[in-house]
């Protein structure tokens, strides 16, 4: 990392499990990701206490036990506090958008879960920009929001491209694109329809959701595969409304993501993509 950390210190809440869903669809859709890493795994902005990445620490260990995990922190005492839980293979580093890597280092994946919440849309840009400049191609950042709980959560998984800055750190293209955009709820306490996750879009999609808009209407369509669902154990509802969207929607089919509670829709096509291309 070059220079002071770039961005701002977070509010810090967090608490144990409250990205188990972010981490649970890392393990059972980008298992393979996982197994290849190409660099350390940088979780970026863990708030208070570091609990949720040594617990991503522990879980990436179990697809690829010779991964490398680091906890990033702007706060200088969180970050400080944070080196008690340093293990062989797990450490912690002050740091801010521009991560924190050794010479010639670049990030294999990059987690920045409830950090941009705190930014204006204006901002999410150049944030997004500056932690490309430390991703390997090819790597993944999994970047959103989730309530106090971990119990509704909804995230964008970009893709590092192969892009370089120009000098001056502008950029020719841009250098993450759009792959996924993943909802993840607990099935034993999701009764509310996907309405619910709402209030928990990226910052470029919570804005734009207004009555009769292209978002609007995925909402609309998801919410009344729920409800024709109406009456079938909780599991069974939640699967039968994923695969009626993905009947309009490009999404990740497979049983093992769909039955944990997660739907993953694609961003090149559908909904989704009318809906960033009406927001662009």
Known sequence: MAGKP???????????????????????AERARLRA??????????GET???????????????????????????????RARAWERAGLRFARGGFNLPLGEGERAGLVRAFNVLRQYSEAEVRAALET?????????????????????LACWWAWERSDALPRPGGRWEE????????????RLRFFAEGPRAFQPYLPKELIHHAEPGGVLDGFFAAWER????????????RW?????AMAEVCPADRRRRVIDRGLAAFGCDAGPIAEALAAVS
């Open 6 to 28: 770039a961005g701002q210190v977070t509010r810090g809440k967090t608490a144990p499990n409250r990205l188990r869903l972010v981490d649970t669809w890392l393990l059972v």
């Open 37 to 46: 890493l190409a660099g350390p795994v940088e979780d970026l902005g863990f």
């Open 50 to 80: 570091p609990v949720t990445t040594v617990e991503l620490f522990e879980r990436v260990r179990a697809a690829n036990p010779g991964a490398e995990v680091v906890g990033v922190e702007i706060d200088p005492e969180r970050a400080e």
């Open 131 to 151: 932690v490309a400049l430390g991703m390997a191609p090819g790597a993944l950042l999994i970047e959103g929001t989730c309530d106090p709980w971990g119990r």
């Open 174 to 185: 841009a250098p993450l694109r759009r792959r996924l955009l993943v909802f993840g709820q």
């Open 225 to 236: 595969a729920w409800l024709a669902a109406a009456g079938r154990p909780p599991a069974e």
């Open 239 to 243: 699967r039968a409304s994923v695969l």
